[in-house]
């Protein structure tokens, strides 16, 4: 990895899953991305599937790709994400298309799911934000 480090920690005593990871410490050289929140807005400024949770979790992690590729960097790349999601929202919809669009991740980031009374847009189910880091090329 160059002159940093990014260390997935998942301590004896904590619970183990295939989708997160509990903690993530960054060491040496490294830029620090960090992405506003994303809603299922796509390029031409339309929403992307009213009420479907998949598939605006889709165009979220899109929109989120994108402005990675920008940095150089990557899905991999994240080590936090919060979502924050309308309450009554099935979490399940979103969590698969989640692992449709990000795999199985060998280390995955760490992530805060918060259930919400709404969004800026009554037509925003979810709403992503997060934080990647990549190593510093300057």
């Known amino acids: 990895m160059g002159n940093?480090?990014?260390?997935?920690?998942?301590?004896?005593?904590?619970?183990?899953?295939?989708?997160?990871?509990?903690?993530i410490t960054v060491s040496g050289r490294s830029k620090t991305i960090y992405i506003g929140g994303q809603n299922a807005?796509?390029?031409q400024g339309e929403i992307?599937?009213?009420?479907?949770?998949?598939?605006?979790t889709k165009q979220i992690l899109e929109n989120i790709q994108v402005i990675l590729s920008s940095e150089g960097a990557?899905?991999?790349?994240?080590?936090?994400?919060?979502?924050?999601?309308?309450?009554g929202c099935d979490p399940r919809a979103g969590l698969g298309a989640f692992r449709e669009v990000m795999g199985d991740l060998k280390n995955p980031p760490i992530i805060t799911v918060l259930?919400?009374?709404?969004?800026?847009?009554?037509?925003?189910?979810?709403?992503?934000?997060?934080?990647a880091v990549v190593e510093d090329k300057d």
Not at 48 to 56: P, S
């Open 4 to 23: 940093f480090s990014v260390e997935h920690k998942n301590p004896d005593g904590l619970f183990k899953s295939p989708v997160f990871s509990q903690a």
């Open 41 to 43: 807005v796509n390029r």
């Open 48 to 56: 992307v599937g009213k009420d479907d949770l998949a598939l605006q």
């Open 74 to 87: 990557s899905l991999k790349d994240l080590i936090k994400m919060n979502i924050y999601m309308v309450q």
């Open 115 to 131: 259930f919400v009374a709404g969004l800026a847009n009554p037509n925003f189910l979810i709403e992503i934000d997060g934080i």
